[in-house]
């Protein structure tokens, strides 16, 4: 079974920069999309980013230009490098992984679907808190 960490959350200011990381355990088929998601207090969760095996990602509008979605495919690693970040941006985020080759046809798509286990597999979650 896979297991997902998120690490890295935590406080900083406005303006600032956090880099998160997911690591995965528990690996027999290799990930074939990878995403990063995020739900605020009294809002629905959403996708930010997502990547495929090959190195493709995909940015939601928000926050193009600001994230960076990055893979380490030799340590099952998952990454999201957040600059310039505002109290817009706090909120609970999360990683999830899908094994499935489906979810490479159209990875915009399957970041909007967010397709629950036992399809993808889901972290449970670091916070990020930015003070503005």
């Known amino acids: 079974q896979v297991q997902l960490l998120e690490s890295g959350g935590g406080s900083v200011q406005s303006g600032g920069s956090l880099r998160l990381s997911c690591a995965a355990s528990?690996?027999?088929?290799?990930?074939?999309?990878m995403g990063w998601f995020r739900q605020a207090p009294g809002k629905e969760r959403e996708g930010l980013a997502a990547?495929?095996?090959?190195?493709?990602?995909t940015y939601i509008d928000s926050v193009k230009g600001r994230f960076t979605i990055s893979q380490d495919n030799a340590k099952n690693t998952l990454y999201l490098q957040m600059n310039n970040l505002t109290s817009e941006d706090t909120a609970m985020y999360y990683c999830?992984?899908?094994?499935?080759?489906?979810?490479?046809?159209?990875?915009?798509?399957?970041?909007?679907?967010?397709?629950?286990?036992?399809?993808?597999?889901w972290g449970q979650g670091t916070q990020v808190t930015v003070a503005s």
């Open positions: 999830a992984t899908d094994s499935r080759r489906v979810c490479a046809v159209k990875l915009e798509r399957w970041l909007q679907l967010q397709p629950a286990p036992p399809f993808a597999d």
């Open positions: 990547i495929k095996r090959d190195g493709t990602a």
């Open positions: 528990g690996v027999t088929n290799s990930p074939v999309c």
